[in-house]
């Protein structure tokens, strides 16, 4: 089966650089994406990765290692803004349809 | 501007009484998908669509039917709802074969009792 495994919460204080880590089993992977979601929101889509690296955006920066079926995420100087859910997803080939996996989140805490 | 609607955004109804949530996109995306989140549990696939007239079973399509008639609008239907179906939907849409990035419409709050 599909899984994908990250913190469910993590605190830290605004200005600061934090890293949501997500571990993944899956088969015929395609590739590893991050989403954003506020209480009371829609997900909405941060980042991608589909080969190993570190691929940046702004504050946000998202990384892939293939091998070890590893990712994550990484905020820098965080913002109250930035307190949210972050959810990381891998997209699944299987009979030539795609499947959409996303791990449970992480509730991301910023503290004055 | 582009966006994902659905409706409604909140539900409540009783057990075994058939529903539909609407799902509709104005960016002519091929690929449509829907989602329930429940807590501790992220989301969840439930169906999705390639294009018109392809769909296919998500992780959790028990309970669930879904159409695919024209791009632009997927369709969810619970022909008899039970209380374990009550959760948070997410319709979302993206570009098809190439694309990761999903753009996922406000969501329906359905409570069955």
């Known amino acids: 089966g599909q899984s994908l495994e990250q913190p469910s919460e993590v605190t830290a204080v605004e200005g600061a650089i934090v890293q949501i880590n997500c571990t993944y089993q899956t088969s015929g992977f395609y590739g590893l994406s991050w989403y954003q979601q506020h209480d009371g ?3 909405t889509f941060l980042s991608y990765n589909a080969l190993d690296g570190l691929e940046e955006t702004g504050r946000f ?12 995420l990484l905020l820098q100087e965080l913002q109250m803004k930035d307190s949210a859910s972050y959810f990381c997803a891998v ?14 989140g992480t509730k991301l805490n910023v503290k004055p | 501007e582009a966006q994902v609607t659905q409706n409604p955004r909140y539900l409540i109804t009783v057990t075994g009484k058939k529903l539909t949530v609407t799902c509709s996109q104005n960016m002519n995306h091929e690929y449509m998908s829907w989602y329930r989140q429940d807590p501790g549990l992220g989301l969840r696939q439930i169906y999705y669509s390639m294009n018109v007239e392809v769909t296919d079973k998500g992780d959790v399509p028990e309970g669930y039917k879904v159409s695919r008639k024209e791009k632009r609008n997927f369709p969810l239907i619970l022909e008899s709802p ?16 190439a694309s990761y990035e999903q753009y996922f419409g406000p969501g329906t709050r359905l409570t069955v009792t």
Do not use: I, M, V
């Open chain 1, 41 to 43: 929101g829609a997900p």
């Open chain 1, 61 to 72: 920066s998202s990384f892939l290692s293939r091998s070890d079926s590893y990712g994550y």
């Open chain 1, 91 to 104: 997209r699944d080939r299987e009979y030539n349809f795609n499947k959409f996996y996303f791990g449970s």
């Open chain 2, 82 to 97: 039970s209380p374990n179906q009550t959760s948070l939907y997410f319709c979302a849409s993206s570009t098809g074969l």
